[in-house]
């Protein structure tokens, strides 16, 4: 990992009219990682990243692509970064291999296309429109095409919305080897699972502003904690369960006690509780992933906005 | 490296992207053949149809000397650029609604240049459209060749500049490929009534027979026809003409959108 990041965003505004789309975006992407930007519909993620490929002007603020202004070098950049839209098809009656090849010619520097349709495992829709394809081989077309021009960074918008598991999957391993390759990649997803399993480093973006920025691993624990469940042999007193260590909450429903908190909790738990003569049962341990870090870094706004969310 | 030779391999990659950009095109014109029926099969069956009702009723219409294939042969290559300037829309309202052209616009190619390659198809139909229609009347309908050349080539270039501009103010202004099917049917049916298609000019009354004379295709007709029988093109016509591609063209351009 280089020294310099590959792309900084600093300051960035962008509205569409009176809406404010994107307030303030700061963030930093070092070359080589998996840089993710997750959120809620609307929050800016898109826009974000169509100011960093050039396709939208942002109203203030600097962007920094490799050294590079997205406005004014779009030439430039054009030639080392590679855009996978959301919702954008090819032609009904284009077939595979002549899109790739097309956009091969392109680029300076282009990958083979027979190759990359090889390693994306599409060589056998080569001679296929693009129409005849299923969802997934369609998405696999869209990665090759952003692939081709053989880019330093690869901006992928909603890679795997709807695809089956098999295919998602798939196409996670198929970024994880773009990675491998050193390609820089900033994959804009609501998948929270997509998030955790790829990404290096997340930014979530919420109502236009970085809410988050840090590895899904810190997001999750940050604001999600780990969760224990728990049914005590004997009632245990709130003091005690509060003394014990990393404990946050404590919520109690019919017989089950549930406490949410950090560190290593059910370990905790289940020594001081030993120490006091309770045995517990059915005990089910969860870390806080990032869905749950997702849901608590958004929902003060979102019930402010009338449609509160409930943990 | 220095600056020339930078130009110099920057133009060579440009071209090389260029013909690849036609090569594809082309693909799909023959695979979405609107342009190659509309264009170029239809009037060549237009035209048959005409020499054959020409050959049952031979001889003079009119006091001219001139046969009904004659007569009805600039007509038909009007229609045939007509049917490719509203095929335009259907290819590239399509590509711009599907955001293929916005796709376009992320790599080092401006999606201009397929606009350019997509009109370079397009003439190359209308081309062989012309070359069909006068052959086919010619040869097999002995229909007259006797027009001057560079009158009549001039009459075609600029039918096909102004309705090639109109078919681009189409794609600039209607939003998706439903409305531009149903703009194209409604466009194509009032400009193959003022070319005369189905009422002569001629042998109708003012108002109407100014407003087909000073109409796109109308104009486009009457241009065509003089300069090939009357041994030179309707300056008022051509006129015409240029006024039309010049508005076009500008509305055209100015409400163009890539996305």
Redesign the interface.
């Known amino acids: 990992m280089s020294a310099a990041p590959a792309v900084t965003v600093q300051h960035l505004d962008k509205r569409y009219g009176r809406l404010v789309a994107v307030d303030d975006v700061c963030l930093s992407i070092h070359e080589g990682e998996i840089f993710g930007i997750i959120g809620p519909n609307g929050a800016g993620k898109t826009t974000t990243v169509e100011c960093i490929s050039g396709l939208r002007a942002p109203d203030s603020g600097s962007i920094s692509v490799y050294g590079l202004s997205p406005q004014k070098d779009r030439n430039r950049i054009r030639e080392f970064v590679g855009v996978q839209l959301q919702e954008s098809a090819l032609p009904p009656r284009l077939k595979v291999g002549e899109a790739v090849r097309l956009f091969a010619s392109f680029y300076k520097d282009a990958l083979d296309p027979d190759q990359l349709l090889e390693s994306l495992g599409i060589k056998q829709f080569d001679n296929s429109s693009f129409k005849s394809l299923s969802g997934g081989q369609k998405q696999r077309v869209s990665i090759a095409l952003a692939l081709v021009g053989n880019p330093k960074l690869a901006i992928l918008d909603e890679l795997t919305t709807g695809l089956d598991p098999e295919a998602r999957r798939e196409i996670w391993s198929l970024i994880e080897r773009m990675r491998d390759r050193g390609v820089t990649v900033i994959l804009v997803t609501h998948f929270m699972d997509e998030a955790e399993r790829l990404c290096d480093r997340l930014a979530l973006i919420n109502h236009g502003t970085v809410a988050a920025l840090d590895t899904p691993e810190a997001i999750a624990a940050r604001a999600g904690g780990s969760r224990v469940r728990f049914v005590p042999s004997q009632p245990v007193d709130e003091q005690t369960l509060r003394a014990i260590p990393g404990v946050n909450e404590i919520e109690r429903k019919e017989k089950y006690v549930t406490v949410t908190g950090t560190g290593d909790l059910a370990g905790a738990l289940m020594n001081a509780l030993a120490a006091i003569g309770v045995r517990v049962s059915e005990v089910e341990a969860r870390t806080g992933n990032l869905e749950d870090a997702f849901i608590k870094l958004t929902k003060n706004d979102a019930s402010s906005f009338g449609k509160g969310v409930q943990e | 490296m220095s600056g020339s030779r930078l130009d110099e391999s920057t133009s060579r990659?440009s071209r090389?992207?260029f013909a690849?950009?036609l090569r594809?095109q082309g693909?799909?014109a023959l695979?979405?053949p609107y342009a190659l029926l509309g264009g170029v099969a239809l009037p060549a069956i237009l035209l048959a149809v005409f020499g054959f009702i020409g050959q049952v009723q031979p001889g003079n219409v009119g006091t001219t000397r001139l046969t009904i294939i004659d007569l009805w042969t600039p007509t038909i290559l009007v229609v045939s650029f007509i049917l490719i300037s509203v095929s335009l829309p259907n290819?590239l309202v399509?590509?711009r609604e599907?955001?293929?052209l916005?796709?376009i616009?992320?790599?080092?190619?401006h999606p201009s240049r397929l606009l350019a390659a997509q009109l370079v198809i397009d003439l190359i139909l209308a081309a062989a459209a012309v070359l069909i229609v006068i052959l086919e009347g010619a040869l097999v309908f002995g229909a007259s060749l006797h027009m001057q050349i560079l009158p009549f080539a001039v009459s075609l270039l600029l039918s096909i500049a102004e309705l090639f501009a109109l078919g681009l103010v189409l794609v600039a202004l209607v939003p998706t490929q439903t409305v531009a099917s149903a703009a194209g049917g409604v466009v194509t049916f009032a400009l193959m009534f003022l070319s005369g298609l189905w009422v002569n000019p001629a042998q109708v009354g003012d108002p109407l027979r100014t407003i087909m004379y000073y109409s796109p295709s109308g104009a486009a007709v009457r241009a065509v026809l003089d300069s090939a029988f009357n041994g030179g093109p309707s300056y008022a016509a051509l006129l015409t003409m240029a006024v039309y591609t010049v508005i076009f063209g500008f509305v055209a351009i100015r409400y163009f959108r890539w996305e």
């Not at chain 2, 616009?105 to 190619?109: A, W």
């Open positions: 990659r090389r992207q690849e950009l594809v693909k799909l695979r979405e290819t399509r590509d599907i955001g293929w916005r796709r616009s992320t790599t080092p190619l």
